[in-house]
């Protein structure tokens, strides 16, 4: 066993991608259109390899009522939406029409609609609306960086006792560390209260993109 880490170079991350389970055709699909009609904002969208992971995490979980702060085109939805029994619900929240536009018809073609529930609006205003309860299984965070904290606050009350939040780029690419813009600032202000907080267990994993 060793301390040192692992640099994960480009060669690297094409072999880890070739030895997981390889997109289907609608993530495929869902993923090029993204890139050929939002090309500036496609970067946005998670990783195939991602939205592998968030499958297998909803399905280990046993995830049965889940919520996901930022949709963009839909494919961390989709992939979550497919890791869901019979009876499971996700809520998405997002304020783009446009963009989730998208995502309602790949959630469609890929038969998940039914356990989808899309709500437009900023997120700090509509996730109050959600039951106060701890009932959440598990929730996504992936929208934009100073509202983390906003969207931590109102959700970590309503997820169950070993409930499961998964936050998208909390290193930045590495400026976390020297960080550069208002974003970068908000996510290692965010990153520092997470680790405070004594509610919850923090665990940071490394990824390509930060």
């Known amino acids: 066993m060793t301390t040192k880490p692992l640099p994960l170079t480009p060669e690297l991350h094409a072999y880890l991608v070739a030895h997981g389970s390889p997109p289907d055709e609608i993530i495929r699909d869902l993923a090029e259109e993204t890139r050929a009609v939002l090309p500036d904002q496609a970067t946005m969208q998670v990783a195939p390899e991602q939205a592998a992971f968030l499958t297998f995490l909803t399905r280990l979980l046993g995830v049965r009522q889940a919520v996901e702060v930022g949709t963009f085109t839909g494919l961390s939805s989709l992939a979550i939406a497919r890791g869901l029994p019979e009876g499971g619900r996700l809520t998405c929240f997002d304020i783009s029409e446009e963009y989730t536009g998208m995502a309602r018809r790949y959630w469609v ?43 931590w606050a109102e959700l970590v009350p309503r997820m169950r006792p070993g409930g499961v939040i998964a936050v998208d780029n909390t290193l930045r690419g590495g400026r976390v560390l020297a960080p550069q813009n208002a974003d970068d600032r908000a996510i290692a202000a965010f990153n520092d209260e997470v680790l405070a907080d004594v509610r919850v267990d923090a665990v940071m994993l490394p990824s390509p993109t930060g």
């Open 109 to 151: 073609r890929a038969g998940v609609d039914d356990r989808i529930e899309l709500r437009i609006g900023a997120a700090g205003d509509t996730l109050r609306e959600l039951p106060q309860e701890r009932y959440l299984d598990f929730a996504f965070i992936d929208a934009d960086k100073t509202g983390y904290p906003v969207y």
